[in-house]
């Protein structure tokens, strides 16, 4: 019997836990960060105050008010209410109104390749985007970590994802987070963990990366790491202005490996009513629109929001369509501003709204009503989540979304940019 | 098998989401605002049929999606009397086990089953019988890990930060 090197997971978390550890076992280790939002926080508080429990280390909390931001329902605000009390009467960093949970963390210092992160929400995976172990949990979790600084894991088995090539200039992240979800469906992925590799021509940005994190979740996987690359020490220094180094690793030993050639990817789209869905645009193009949403933390970032300022300049977006864009953070919006992109959007007649998670939960500004059909760079489509149930939900790119905007049916993007030569 | 012991099975099918189960209208912690969204994803007089005690057998993947806990408030307040499904998505899994709600799976019982039909599980023991016929059918359990917090009604009670008599 041969023993395999470890995987990059089962190597992290061996350096956590003191001692080397394999998939398959369960180990309870200190974590590194915690989040909680406003509509998970919200089910914890009073459980913790009635059980008398404090925040073991307050320092590494983050707390964000994002998903009802602002609320729109008396009920959402006396929760909300609780949640900033709470955060303020503890000492813990509130973030209040500054943008959606993920992308905060991705924005925060102490998010680093290594970080140990829980939050209590599925998209937590996003801040693999850095080479940070971060997974999602469920508030009573959560509540225990708060209290005790630990949690248990049960430590996942790899799957090696190679990602090469030079992609069409119209596809993003989020075609390949989209071909993944095509290859693994909802549940492929399951209990395991994605160790991504960059190896395109010249490096998928950390939006991008960002963006198949985040979805990563949607294929079942606890986590979603890229391993720390020439990208990730350009994005850490430009954060942190830390000299952040990574040596060229080779590929850790997974039991599954698979590799995306970016060339051969074209715009994808995942179809009511499942994220892993998918089809290719010419497939369903010509689907008529009532909204399309372009935001959330699987695709409100700057790469987003010049993606779909460069299709819509000097255009207008099509008449009685509901076209609403919302940046992932208060830092993303400065600096979509700063280039002109939002001046861009409003003057095609887009709604931008305030950094947030926007119409993607079903609980804020954007929800569907009867019969509505939508298209968004949300994270998810499932049946009666932004309407009733005969409400629909495609999920794409930014393109994909920007270019449907001008048309309101389902639009390559090739068909209203590069044919002009743009 | 007595009748008063049984109880009728929900039966769903594979990637069964945390938005069909409890969809985010609903979201709160008030048994008023949850208990109305309960299954509130499926046609309504699927929640209208539904007793307390029953139980929820579904298929591949169950649970996927959202990690936020009203769910559970709202399968509390409804009264499921456990879940056993092909597989368990896994923020859903921990999220059912820490509440102390029981669970098992079976590969395929959810195709096995008729919709509604009369089973009795006793949690304790990892078996369902089906009261007509009196099949008797070995479910599995979670892991050991799991079981102890399952044991002992939940995490807060596991970890002694709540009390037995507490809740």
Not at chain 1, 72 to 96: C, E, K, M, P, T
Not at chain 1, 318 to 334: E, F, Q, W, Y
Not at chain 1, 392 to 399: C, D, E, N
Not at chain 2, 31 to 46: H, K, N, S, T
Request: with cysteine; proline share 5%; net charge negative.
């Amino acid at each position: 019997m041969t023993i395999s090197s470890p995987t990059r997971l089962e190597a992290l978390l061996a350096e956590k836990a003191g001692r080397p550890v394999r998939a398959g076992e369960v180990v309870t280790l200190p974590v590194d960060v915690i989040m909680a939002h406003d509509a998970t926080l919200a089910l914890l508080i009073d459980e913790f105050t009635r059980l008398g429990c404090a925040v073991r280390d307050p320092d590494r909390v983050m707390v964000t008010c994002d998903h009802f931001a602002p609320p729109a329902r008396i009920d959402w605000a006396d929760l909300q209410r609780a949640v900033i009390d709470f955060s303020q009467r503890r000492g813990l960093d509130l973030r209040l109104y500054q943008g959606i949970c993920h992308q905060l963390l991705l924005e925060d210092r102490r998010v680093t390749p290594g970080t140990l992160l829980v939050g209590a929400d599925s998209h937590t995976t996003l801040a693999g985007a850095v080479g940070a172990v971060a997974t999602g949990l469920g508030a009573t979790d959560i509540l225990a970590c708060l209290a005790t600084g630990e949690t248990w894991f049960r430590v996942p088995e790899s799957i090696g994802v190679t990602l090469t090539g030079a992609p069409k200039p119209w596809v993003m992240g989020r075609d390949a987070a989209l071909y993944l979800l095509g290859h693994f469906g909802e549940a492929g992925a399951g209990y395991r963990a994605l160790e991504l590799r960059d190896r395109t021509a010249n490096g998928l940005t950390m939006d991008s990366r960002a963006a198949i994190c985040c979805m990563a979740t949607e294929m079942g996987a606890k986590a979603a790491l890229f391993v720390p690359d020439a990208v990730t020490a350009a994005f850490l220094r430009a954060r942190d202005g830390a000299p952040w180094t990574f040596p060229d690793e080779d590929a850790a030993a997974c039991a599954e490996t698979l590799t995306i050639a970016l060339d051969a990817l074209d715009s994808l789209i995942a179809c009511p009513h499942s994220p892993a869905n998918i089809a290719g645009v010419r497939e369903v193009e010509g689907t008529p629109l009532h909204q399309v949403y372009i935001g959330s933390c699987a695709g409100g970032r700057l790469e987003d929001f010049a993606m779909a300022a460069a299709i819509v300049a000097g255009r207008t977006v099509a008449p009685g369509l509901k076209v609403i864009a919302v940046p992932s953070s208060v830092t993303v919006m400065r600096e979509a501003m700063r280039r002109g992109y939002i001046h861009t959007l409003l003057d095609a007649g887009v709604c931008v709204s305030n950094p947030s998670c926007g119409a993607c939960g079903g609980i804020d500004k954007g929800v569907l009503g009867s019969g509505e059909t939508a298209l968004m760079t949300s994270t998810r489509n499932f049946q009666g989540r932004l309407g009733p149930r005969d409400s629909a939900v495609y999920l794409a790119s930014t393109a994909v979304c920007a270019a449907s905007a001008l048309t309101g049916r389902i639009t390559h993007p090739a068909d209203v940019w590069w044919e002009e030569g743009r | 098998m007595s009748e008063s012991r049984c109880v009728r099975a929900l039966v769903l099918g594979d990637h069964v989401n945390t938005d069909l189960l409890h969809p985010p209208r609903f979201f709160g912690t008030a048994r008023e605002a949850v208990l109305p969204g309960f299954l509130g994803g499926y046609p309504p007089e699927v929640a209208a049929r539904f007793r307390p005690g029953d139980l929820i057998v579904g298929g591949v993947n169950f649970g996927c999606g959202s990690s936020r806990e009203a769910y559970v408030r709202a399968f509390r307040y409804a009264g499921v009397g456990g879940v056993i499904a092909h597989s368990f998505s896994r923020i859903f899994y921990r999220n059912l086990i820490n509440a102390g709600i029981p669970l098992a799976t079976h590969p395929t019982l959810y195709q096995a089953l008729t919709p509604w039909e009369t089973v009795h599980w006793e949690t304790d023991g990892w078996t369902l019988t089906r009261c007509a016929g009196g099949e008797v059918i070995a479910l599995t359990p979670p892991d050991a890990h799991l079981r102890r917090i399952l044991a002992a009604g939940g995490l807060l009670r596991y970890l002694g930060l709540e009390a037995e008599h507490a809740v």
